[in-house]
C-alpha cells in the first residue's frame, strides 16, 4: 500500500498559492489602473508631450501583457475564475478598469459565500 504523499509546489505555480496570489494581483491590478489613468490626463488633460506620455504608455502596455499572462496562469490554476481573468487579458488593452471592477466584484463575492 502507497501513501500519497503533498508535493511542494514549485516554478511558477508556487506564486500562485492561495489567496495571496489573488492580493497581490489584485493591487497590481489597482496599480495598472492608475498608470493607465495617468496616462489619460497626461494625454488628453495636460497635453504633455514626450516623455512622460511616452513612459506611461509603454508602462501601461508592459504591464498589461504582464498582468494578463498572471491571469491566464491564475484561472488555470483556479486562483480566479475565468470571467475574471477575461476582463484583464481581452478588455485590460482597452481600460485596466474592468479588470479591477472584476477584482472587486470577485473579492466581494468570496465574503458573501465566507459569512
Known amino acids: 500500500m502507497t501513501v500519497a504523499r ?3 509546489q ?8 492561495g489567496d495571496q496570489a489573488f492580493t497581490r494581483l489584485k ?3 489597482f496599480g495598472h ?8 490626463v497626461c494625454a488628453f488633460v495636460l497635453h504633455s508631450p514626450q516623455p512622460e506620455t511616452f513612459v506611461l504608455g509603454l508602462t501601461h502596455g508592459l504591464l498589461w501583457i504582464a498582468m494578463s499572462l498572471a491571469c491566464i496562469v491564475a484561472a488555470r490554476l483556479r486562483v480566479v475564475p475565468l470571467r475574471l481573468a477575461v476582463a484583464v487579458a481581452v ?17 466581494r463575492r468570496r465574503e458573501a459565500t465566507e459569512a
Open 91 to 107: 478588455l485590460g488593452g482597452i481600460g485596466p478598469f474592468f479588470g479591477s471592477y472584476e477584482f472587486v466584484h470577485e473579492q
Open 6 to 8: 503533498a508535493v511542494p
Open 10 to 17: 514549485r516554478g511558477v505555480a508556487a506564486l500562485f498559492r
Open 33 to 40: 489602473s492608475t498608470i493607465y489613468l495617468s496616462l489619460l
Open 27 to 29: 493591487w497590481v491590478s
